[in-house]
Each structure stands twice: as structure tokens, then as C-alpha cells.
Nanobody, 112 residues
């Protein structure tokens, strides 16, 4: 059973940076993409970024050039470096495996 635990959320001013981390435990297949999704109240959960086992990365257009996803060699740790944060980035951020296994989420709030 895959378990995901996020950390690193918080409150930051516009233009600031945060780094989210996700500890991945349990077996994940080589075909598994790890990723970050976010959700605001009343909205559907949306993909922010994904990374394949081979290191191929995908980003939502809204975060390209500002966010960077990474994973360690064991795929036991996933990270999301978020720079130039804007108020529109405020959301609960979820770590994901296979696009259907979720962590508990971590709140990111961008406000002056």
C-alpha cells in the first residue's frame, strides 16, 4: 500500500517561495507517475506537475517557469519548489501516485 505524507506548506507573501515535500512509502511501479495537484474550495482538483520514473516532467501552463518538481533516486521523496508565488496559487496541495492515491494535503496561502 502506497502512503504519501506532505509537508512544507504555509503562508508566504506574493513573489515569495516555498518548497513542498512528500514522503513516499510502499511499493510503486516503474510506470507510476508521482505528482502534485491542488484544490481550492468549490473547484475541482487540478494537476500542477507530474514526473515519471525516468524523470520526464509535466507542468500546468499556469506554473511553468515558476515551479520545479523533483524526486530522489529511490523515488521515496518528491518535492515541489515554488517560486514567484502569486495569490492565485493559494490552495491545498496534494501529493499523488498514479493520479489516484493521495496524501492528506498541505495548505499553501499566498497573501500580503
Amino acid at each position: 500500500e502506497v502512503q504519501l505524507v506532505e509537508s512544507g506548506g504555509g503562508l508566504v507573501q506574493p513573489g515569495g517561495s516555498l518548497k513542498l515535500s512528500c514522503r513516499v512509502s510502499g511499493y510503486i511501479g516503474w510506470w507510476c507517475e508521482l505528482g502534485w495537484y491542488r484544490q481550492t474550495p468549490g473547484q475541482e482538483r487540478e494537476m500542477v506537475s507530474r514526473i515519471s520514473s525516468g524523470g520526464t516532467t509535466y507542468y500546468a501552463d499556469s506554473v511553468k517557469g515558476r515551479f520545479t518538481i523533483s524526486q530522489d533516486n529511490t523515488r521515496g521523496n518528491l518535492a515541489l519548489q515554488m517560486d514567484s508565488l502569486a495569490t492565485e496559487d493559494t490552495a491545498v496541495y496534494y501529493c499523488s501516485a498514479y493520479g489516484k492515491v493521495w496524501g492528506q494535503g498541505t495548505q499553501v496561502s499566498v497573501s500580503s
